[in-house]
C-alpha cells in the first residue's frame, strides 16, 4: 500500500500553476492514501476534490474552524483552509480532532481520521497539521498528546496498525516527535536509505525562506504502528517526492514523504494493484 504526506502550501505563491505540478507528481506515484495538509477551498472548488477527481480516488475533507489567519495573510476571505484524505477506498468512517492551541495561536489546525474500505482490511488512516510556531514545543507536545488519544479512539476492530501521516513541524529529533513512539507509532523514515535526502523543508526549494547555512529538515512525516499479523503495515520503503519543479514550477514548499507499506500482498505486487 503507497501512502504519500504532502503540505501543498494552502494558496500561497504562483497557485495556478502549482496545482498541475501537485496532480503530476501524484498521479506518477500512483498512491493508495494520501493525507494532505494546507488545501484550498472556495465557494466553487476544492482542491482535494480536484485532484480526487483527476486521479479516480475518493476524498474526505476537514476544513479549518479557524481561518481567518490564514486569510489575512493572502487578503482574500473567501477562501478556506483545512487537511483532507485521498484514497483508492471508499471512507467508512470519519472524524476530526480540533488541536488544542493558545488562543493567541489558534489558527484552526486539525486531525482528521478516515477509516477506509479496502477489501481485507479497514484502514485507520489519520493527517494533521500541528501549530508552526518556533517557539511552541510545548503547544504541539500537548497536540501530540491528544492525536495520541485521537488515534487509539480509533484504531481498534482491524488488523491493520494505525497511520499517522502529517507536517508535525518539528525535528525528529524533538520531544514532540519523540512522544509518538510512546503510542506506540515508529516513523517510517527509519526505513530510508542513509544516503537519501531526507529534508522536506528544503533549501534549495526556492519557496523555503531561510538564513545562508541554515540546513534542510525533515518536518513531515508517515508513522505507522506496530505490525500486524504476518507483518501487516510493516515499511518496505519510504522517499521523498516532489523535491523538485515539474515542467519548471515547484508544486509546494514541502516536499512529499512516500512509504511503501505491507499489505499482505506479495512484494513484487506494483502499489495501486487491485483485488486486496
Same mark, same amino acid.
Given at each position: 500500500?503507497?501512502?504519500?504526506?504532502?503540505?501543498?502550501?494552502?494558496?500561497?505563491?504562483?497557485?495556478?500553476?502549482?496545482?498541475?505540478?501537485?496532480?503530476?507528481?501524484?498521479?506518477?506515484?500512483?498512491?493508495?492514501?494520501?493525507?494532505?495538509?494546507?488545501?484550498?477551498?472556495?465557494?466553487?472548488?476544492?482542491?482535494?476534490?480536484?485532484?480526487?477527481?483527476?486521479?479516480?480516488?475518493?476524498?474526505?475533507?476537514?476544513?479549518?474552524?479557524?481561518?481567518?489567519?490564514?486569510?489575512?495573510?493572502?487578503?482574500?476571505?473567501?477562501?478556506?483552509?483545512?487537511?483532507?484524505?485521498?484514497?483508492?477506498?471508499?471512507?467508512?468512517?470519519?472524524?476530526?480532532?480540533?488541536? #488544542?492551541? %493558545? +488562543?493567541? @495561536?489558534?489558527?484552526? *489546525?486539525?486531525?482528521?481520521? &478516515? $477509516?477506509?474500505?479496502?477489501?481485507?482490511?479497514?484502514?485507520?488512516?489519520?493527517?494533521?497539521?500541528?501549530?508552526?510556531?518556533?517557539?511552541?514545543?510545548?503547544?504541539?507536545?500537548?497536540?501530540?498528546?491528544?492525536?495520541?488519544?485521537?488515534?487509539?479512539?480509533?484504531?481498534?476492530?482491524?488488523?491493520?496498525?494505525?497511520?499517522?501521516?502529517?507536517?508535525?513541524?518539528?525535528?525528529?529529533?524533538?520531544?514532540?516527535?519523540?512522544?509518538?513512539?510512546?503510542?506506540?507509532?515508529?516513523?517510517?523514515?527509519?526505513?530510508?536509505?542513509?544516503?537519501?535526502?531526507?529534508?522536506?523543508?528544503?533549501?534549495?526549494?526556492?519557496?523555503?525562506?531561510?538564513?545562508?547555512?541554515?540546513?534542510?529538515?525533515?518536518?513531515?512525516?508517515?508513522?505507522?504502528?506496530? #505490525?500486524? %499479523? +504476518?507483518? @501487516?503495515?510493516?515499511? *518496505?520503503?519510504?522517499?521523498? &517526492? $516532489?523535491?523538485g519543479p515539474v515542467a519548471g514550477v515547484w508544486p509546494s514548499d514541502h516536499a512529499a514523504v512516500v512509504a511503501d507499506l505491507d499489505?499482505?500482498?506479495?512484494?513484487?505486487?506494483?502499489?495501486?494493484?487491485?483485488?486486496?
Amino acid at each position: 500500500m503507497r501512502v504519500v504526506t504532502w503540505n501543498l502550501w494552502w494558496r500561497f505563491g504562483p497557485w495556478a500553476e502549482r496545482r498541475k505540478a501537485i496532480l503530476a507528481v501524484l498521479r506518477d506515484l500512483d498512491p493508495d492514501v494520501v493525507g494532505l495538509q494546507e488545501v484550498w477551498s472556495t465557494a466553487d472548488e476544492n482542491l482535494a476534490g480536484w485532484l480526487a477527481g483527476e486521479l479516480g480516488l475518493h476524498w474526505a475533507w476537514a476544513p479549518s474552524p479557524a481561518p481567518e489567519p490564514w486569510q489575512r495573510r493572502i487578503g482574500d476571505v473567501t477562501v478556506g483552509i483545512g487537511t483532507a484524505v485521498l484514497s483508492r477506498w471508499p471512507v467508512v468512517e470519519r472524524a476530526v480532532l480540533r488541536l #488544542p492551541v %493558545p +488562543g493567541d @495561536l489558534d489558527d484552526g *489546525r486539525l486531525a482528521l481520521y &478516515a $477509516g477506509l474500505g479496502a477489501p481485507a482490511h479497514r484502514v485507520p488512516f489519520f493527517t494533521t497539521h500541528l501549530t508552526s510556531a518556533s517557539h511552541a514545543s510545548a503547544v504541539r507536545r500537548g497536540q501530540v498528546a491528544a492525536l495520541a488519544g485521537f488515534v487509539a479512539r480509533h484504531r481498534s476492530g482491524t488488523g491493520f496498525p494505525p497511520v499517522v501521516t502529517g507536517d508535525f513541524n518539528a525535528r525528529p529529533d524533538t520531544e514532540e516527535v519523540r512522544l509518538l513512539r510512546t503510542v506506540p507509532l515508529l516513523d517510517a523514515w527509519d526505513h530510508a536509505d542513509p544516503a537519501a535526502p531526507r529534508g522536506t523543508w528544503d533549501t534549495a526549494n526556492p519557496y523555503v525562506s531561510r538564513a545562508d547555512g541554515e540546513p534542510s529538515i525533515r518536518i513531515d512525516y508517515v508513522h505507522v504502528g506496530p #505490525p500486524g %499479523p +504476518g507483518g @501487516l503495515g510493516a515499511v *518496505r520503503a519510504v522517499r521523498r &517526492a $516532489g523535491a523538485g519543479p515539474v515542467a519548471g514550477v515547484w508544486p509546494s514548499d514541502h516536499a512529499a514523504v512516500v512509504a511503501d507499506l505491507d499489505d499482505g500482498r506479495p512484494a513484487t505486487a506494483a502499489p495501486g494493484t487491485p483485488g486486496w
